[in-house]
């Protein structure tokens, strides 16, 4: 049997509420800020060169691999 105690105290507790995170909107003025587009571009750049260098290294590693098993 529960004491009036515990029963008081479940009664009391709230429960948790989250807040959502606020979404900052941006407000379009019809403008393009051509600084913006080209740091996009640069970034998308870089990526595309990060993504051919490690599949190149992969290659090149690929064929070192296989020319050390076959000299075997």
């Known amino acids: 049997m529960m004491s009036a105690e515990r029963i008081v105290n479940i009664e ?3 429960p948790m ?3 959502s995170p606020e979404k900052k909107e ?3 003025s019809g403008r393009v800020d051509i600084n ?3 740091a996009r571009a640069r970034k ?3 990526k ?3 993504t051919n260098l490690i599949f ?3 290659f090149a590693s690929l064929i070192l691999i296989v020319g050390i098993l076959l000299s075997f």
């Open 44 to 46: 998308e750049k870089e």
């Open 48 to 50: 595309i060169n990060k």
């Open 56 to 58: 190149f290294v992969l």
């Open 26 to 28: 941006k407000i379009f």
């Open 36 to 38: 913006d587009l080209l």
């Open 17 to 19: 509420t989250f807040k």
């Open 12 to 14: 009391k507790k709230t």
